[in-house]
Antibody
Framework: QVQLQESGPGLVKPSETLALSCAVSTYSTSSDYYWGWIRQPPGKGLEWIGSIFHNGNTYYTPSLKSRVTMSLDSSKTQFSLKLSSVTAADTAVYFC??????????????WGQGTLVTVSS | EIMLTQSPGTLPLSPGERATLSCRASQSVSSSYLAWFQQKPGQAPRLLIY???TRAAGIPDRFSGSGSGTDFTLTISRLEPEDFAVYYCQQYGTSPWTFGQGTKVQMK
């Protein structure tokens, strides 16, 4: 059973950079899967932010692409998300997740519990 | 970007009843790369169905998915008390992956 756990500041100031990490247990991020980030504004639906493959290839949603960076940690036990120039619209619960398989076309099977990030001065 | 429209927005039902949830795509979802998730308050989404009709590991067989092209359906044959939740469809055939706005199955 894969376990994922998000961590990072719960409060970020407008115009600053949101930075989150996702710790992975049981599996290495070098395993043949996609690792992703999804967010959910309070009371709203889900939005895919992007995914990173075990080889470091990244795929971002176009609306956030200019502000998003995903990376794998050299420890191979975590991966990260950075979102720059945040505004109140970036306030959301952020989930990290792992795909069902190593196929590009694979939904997310394992999810972290989510972490609320609020953008406010 | 493929937009997914779910209906109804809210579905009031009683335990034991059958639930039928719809997900309509703005364009054809390639190779039926369509998934369904269940989400309860304060929890992460749980993958129920992928590839339009394949149940994820450990998902009870009262959950079934069908459809192709632009029209997909999630059916819960007999609602159990733990099935009252919000359900989302997601397409992962054409980037960016997108989600529907959700259907809330609530107790009547």
């Amino acid at each position: 059973q894969v376990q994922l756990q998000e961590s990072g500041p719960g409060l970020v100031k407008p115009s600053e950079t949101l930075a989150l990490s996702c710790a992975v247990s049981t599996y290495s991020t070098s395993s043949d899967y996609y690792w992703g980030w999804i967010r959910q504004p309070p009371g709203k639906g889900l939005e895919w932010i992007g995914s990173i493959f075990h080889n470091g290839n990244t795929y971002y949603t176009p609306s956030l692409k200019s502000r998003v960076t995903m990376s794998l940690d050299s420890s191979k036990t975590q991966f990260s998300l950075k979102l720059s120039s945040v505004t109140a619209a970036d306030t959301a619960v952020y989930f990290c997740a792992r795909s069902v398989s190593g196929s590009y076309h694979s939904p997310f099977l394992y999810w972290g519990q989510g972490t609320l990030v609020t953008v406010s001065s | 970007e493929i937009m997914l429209t779910q209906s109804p927005g809210t579905l009031p039902l009683s335990p034991g009843e059958r639930a039928t949830l719809s997900c309509r795509a703005s364009q054809s979802v390639s190779s039926s790369y369509l998934a369904w998730f269940q989400q309860k308050p304060g929890q992460a989404p749980r993958l129920l169905i992928y590839g339009a009709f394949t149940r994820a590991a450990g998902i009870p067989d009262r959950f079934s998915g069908s459809g192709s092209g632009t029209d997909f359906t999630l059916t819960i044959s007999r609602l159990e008390p733990e099935d009252f939740a919000v359900y989302y469809c997601q397409q992962y055939g054409t980037s960016p992956w997108t989600f529907g706005q959700g259907t809330k199955v609530q107790m009547k």
